[in-house]
């Protein structure tokens, strides 16, 4: 019991401050876009990265324009944020193999390697275009409609193993 204590990945609520301000390009898409909730994810204690939801209404919808703001605490090199986003997709059963291939070869457009500090913004526009910044320049766009709800169900799917992180994200 313990040891799975020891080994598990928690998210917290993020402190307090206000959410970093998104990429002007993502605004211009999404006017009225507002933070909806923030985690920070940790392992054994380390923090991995702070995550921030980002909507336009009330309510968080696949439908509308969305991002999530990422702010990791650590350096790591694309080809494992890319590996585990894919893991967590498959563990999910979001996609058949094929469609899971297809994906990471999206996603290795979409995610560059990353710093401490750094600001990565993926966003779900309202044209079915998933489009990703790193500190404030652009990185990718995908056109495919299927991806950015697979990408996104790695912190909101209802049965995601990042519980705590989705709730801080969702604010339930």
Known sequence: MLLVLISATFAIAAPSGGARPLPPQVIS???????????????????????????????????????????????????????????EMRDLKVGDARQL???????????????????????CSDTNRTLSYLNNSSVAAVDDPSFCPAIMSVWLHPQTKHQAMRKSLLRN
Do not use: C
Not at 109 to 115: C, D, E, G, Q, T
């Open 29 to 87: 898409k999404a006017p009225g876009m507002h933070p909806l909730g923030k985690g920070r994810q940790t392992w054994w204690g380390i923090r991995m990265y702070d995550a921030t939801l980002w909507i336009v209404g009330p309510q968080w919808s696949a439908t509308v324009p969305h991002a999530l703001d990422i702010e990791p605490g650590r350096d790591v090199a694309a080809d494992i944020l890319v590996k585990s986003a894919i893991a």
């Open 101 to 123: 291939g297809i994906w990471q070869a999206e996603l290795t457009k979409l995610i560059p390697n990353v710093r401490q500090g750094d600001q990565i913004v993926i966003f």
